[in-house]
């Protein structure tokens, strides 16, 4: 097989999969190593905007922020609420990922995974505790939002105003949150267990975090926005 056609043949498991690992595609995966293949990979990187991470036994497409064609738009994140989904509950779900992340990955030592799981039930309690103080303090989240050039003010509100009861209804708190959860699981990054009442990280997102998003300063910059407004903003 030419370079050319290895290289393609990479592109497409990588494209189809957002993923290639050793233990199924063995022959693959050693071909990423050979120099010309990695090289034609290289300029499908520049020109098609996404970068191809390596972790131990597996591969990762990753699109640069802002490509519209591979990555997440804000028109899918709302899409992700309801068609006719507002800007603000596209923010919400993001914000609640960044969260979600943050409460597994937030540790302060040299393997900042904090934990396996996380029940949906303690998801709603935090952001419960993290919007209230932030609707509390207003003066210290509207310092936030010109930092961060977020409306956090607002985001909190359509928090807020969501019913709180255990119910999986697009209205609901626990519905946002598992609306959130399966964005991410369709990614392959988490998996909703017992019944959509917990989350787990995968393989894929322990790698790319602890393997390629989390240096020094990103997780400083990630404490610095979680641990703001009082501390649980």
């Given at each position: ?11 497409r498991?990588l494209?189809?999969k ?17 120099v ?8 499908f ?36 609420v ?12 993001s914000?609640?990922?960044m ?26 309690e ?58 991410l699981?369709r990614e ?16 894929k997102?322990?790698?790319l ?11 400083e910059?990630?404490k ?10």
């Open positions: 097989m030419s370079d050319i056609k290895t290289a393609l043949k990479i592109y498991k494209l189809d957002g993923q290639l690992d050793r233990e199924t595609e063995g022959d693959l995966f050693l071909e990423f190593r050979n010309e293949v990695r090289a034609i990979l290289a300029e990187e520049e020109e098609l905007d996404f970068k191809v991470i390596e972790t131990a036994g597996s591969l990762y497409l990753l699109p640069n922020s802002g490509n519209g064609v591979l990555g997440f738009t804000t028109k899918d994140i709302r899409e992700a309801a068609t006719d989904a507002r800007l603000v509950d596209g923010y919400l779900l914000y609640i990922s969260f979600i992340l943050y409460l597994f990955y937030g540790g302060r030592n040299r393997n900042p995974k904090q934990r396996e799981f996380l029940r949906i039930s303690k998801l709603v935090e952001l419960d505790k993290r919007f209230s103080m932030a609707l509390a303090d207003q003066e210290e989240t509207k310092l936030m939002e010109e930092n961060y050039a977020l409306n956090f003010m607002r985001i909190a509100e359509l928090w807020e105003s969501k019913q709180d009861f255990e119910e999986r209804g697009r209205k609901t708190k626990t519905g946002t949150i598992l609306n959130t959860c399966r964005l699981e392959n990054l988490l998996r909703l267990v017992d019944d959509d009442r917990e989350i787990r990280p995968t393989k997102l322990d790698d975090m602890l393997n390629y998003y989390l240096d020094d300063s990103r997780v910059e990630i610095g926005f979680f641990e703001g407004v009082g501390q649980d903003a």
